[in-house]
């Protein structure tokens, strides 16, 4: 049998709730692979920014968008968006299924909402696959700054979702072991239909493009982040860190890229006009790849300022393995993932600490010799293990199992 067209005949839809594609690039990446599978391939996902026709074929792929309401960072703001995914998702998953039979209905987390959509596909033999991109008890506590050890009802809620998602899911994607680990210890009984499909580049188009000194606005060094810019995600630190540079260190000669965008963007920009920094941070918010690889491969440095928490803790970032595959030296928060991860490609500082993560990055930027053999490094370990290309064997694996291949 041609492996490369095993799944030729089937019908695969991608149920994706917080981000629209071809942005996610986890979600993308996994459309293309089923797609050079031989498989028709339909996604579902909410509008965002540029990625707002409601209908359109890109690389061979149906993509079906509806316009959600998207959280302003409160509990509120998250049931409403939650609630209007689930069932605009219902209403428009059903108008697919009446046109074209359905082999697999892969919905991506977070959050955890589409189990009972899992019950309903039983009737009609389709399969389901639970793929968890995060811990959504874990995100939740993060988020709202809770404590696990006096749970509320929603931490239990979340909790009571999680585990719905994971029993009735024919198959379960985690994006590491430490994932795969947690849920195993839920039910046992997942152990057999779980199966670790990590995020990593593609390194076949994200590739490092030529160095662009302009982009450096006349300083000598350029660092960069790129990903989503949610409370959780630690952008905070990047701000507080250039600010610990420029007004206490007196180093102005850096330029910091903020690639992406998220419900914290207002908030950090206005931190940056608070504390005198607007010449010295580039907001770029949500950029076409090309554009994007043009600064971070001009990047003297690349950064990760994910602060330690339940969530961050136990998650693999996706930016971890785009800085690696570049060849890009990290700076990094000491997190058990990340260590994983970036392993000797990335120097780890104290946690959730901006004073040493500015000591981080003049740490790197003073010794281009060492910046150059953790580039090397990266870049041999997502080649080795990491890439999109390696991950993507994992993943037929999953569809073959469910489909009984």
């Given amino acids: 049998m041609d492996t490369t067209k095993e799944f030729a005949g089937k019908h695969f839809l991608l149920l994706i709730e917080n981000e629209a594609v071809p942005f996610d690039r986890r979600m993308w990446n996994i459309a293309r692979a089923l797609h050079e599978a031989g498989a028709e391939v339909s996604v579902l996902c909410p509008m965002f920014g540029k990625d707002s026709e409601p209908f359109t074929v890109l690389d061979g792929i149906n993509i079906h968008r509806y316009h959600n309401v998207f959280a302003d960072g409160s509990v509120t703001g998250y049931f409403r968006e939650y609630a209007t995914a689930f069932f605009k998702s219902l209403v428009l998953f059903h108008k697919i299924f009446l046109r074209k039979r359905v082999h697999v209905v892969h919905a991506a987390n977070p959050p955890d909402i589409f189990w009972p959509l899992a019950l309903w596909l039983k009737l009609w033999g389709v399969r389901f696959i639970f793929d968890e991109h ?35 899911a024919d198959a379960i994607l985690s994006t590491n072991e430490t994932y795969r680990e947690r849920a195993i210890a839920t039910d046992r009984r997942n152990a057999g239909k779980i199966f670790v499909v990590r995020n990593g580049p593609d390194t076949r188009t994200f590739r490092s493009r030529p160095a662009r000194p302009e982009l450096k606005k006349g300083r000598r060094y350029l660092a960069a982040y790129i990903g989503v810019m949610a409370i959780q995600d630690g952008v905070e630190y990047v701000i507080r860190a250039v600010d610990e540079l420029v007004h206490r260190k007196g180093f ?21 006009d608070e504390l005198g920094l607007s010449e010295d941070i580039v907001f ?51 997190l058990k993932e990340n260590t994983y991860s970036a392993g000797t490609s990335a120097i780890y500082v104290d946690n959730n600490n901006p004073a040493a993560f500015a000591e981080g990055i003049l740490t790197l930027l003073r010794d281009p010799g060492r910046c150059r053999t953790m580039g090397e490094a990266g870049i041999q370990r997502v080649d080795a293990e990491l890439s999109w290309q390696k991950q993507s064997e994992r993943l037929r694996a999953a569809y073959a199992h469910v489909l009984g291949l």
């Fill in 252 to 272: 102005r000669d850096i330029m910091v890229y903020l690639i992406g965008k998220g419900d914290d963007w207002p908030r950090l920009k206005q931190l940056v």
């Fill in 134 to 168: 995060d811990l959504s008890p874990e995100a939740y506590l993060s988020r709202f700054d809770k404590d696990e050890e006096h749970p509320d009802l929603l931490f239990r809620v979340q909790k009571l979702f999680q585990k719905l998602s994971y029993r009735f």
């Fill in 284 to 334: 770029t918010g949500r950029i076409p790849d090309p554009d994007a690889l043009d600064i971070l491969s001009t990047a003297d440095v690349c950064l990760s300022p994910d602060p330690y928490s339940p969530l961050n803790e136990l998650s693999t970032m996706t930016k971890i393995m785009e800085y690696m595959s570049l060849g890009k030296p990290i700076v990094s928060f000491h």
